[in-house]
């Protein structure tokens, strides 16, 4: 054998870090942190805020995104329907 595994797998399992449990975020704080990430805030800093993970607040900022595209009226038709 060449070496111990299990002295392989230890330096791996020293550099894992805490990861914060996802938490649900009504729609006042999702309108929030849109807000906050059109003003440039960064999704680290407001991921630790909401105590949430910046997974959850891209899917808010794509969530986000959709919505207003959904939201928006249809535009007058210019030209004559055929």
Do not use: W
Request: glycine share 4%.
């Amino acid at each position: 054998m060449c070496g111990s595994s299990a002295t392989s797998r230890e330096p791996s399992r020293a550099r894992r870090t805490y990861r914060r449990e996802a938490t649900c975020i009504d729609p006042d704080e999702q309108a929030l942190v849109c807000k906050r990430l059109a003003n440039g805030e960064s999704l680290s800093a407001i991921a630790r805020e909401f105590n949430t993970t910046r997974q959850t607040i891209m899917r808010v900022r794509e969530r986000g995104k959709t919505e207003r595209v959904h939201d928006r009226q249809p535009s007058p038709r210019t030209h004559a329907s055929y």
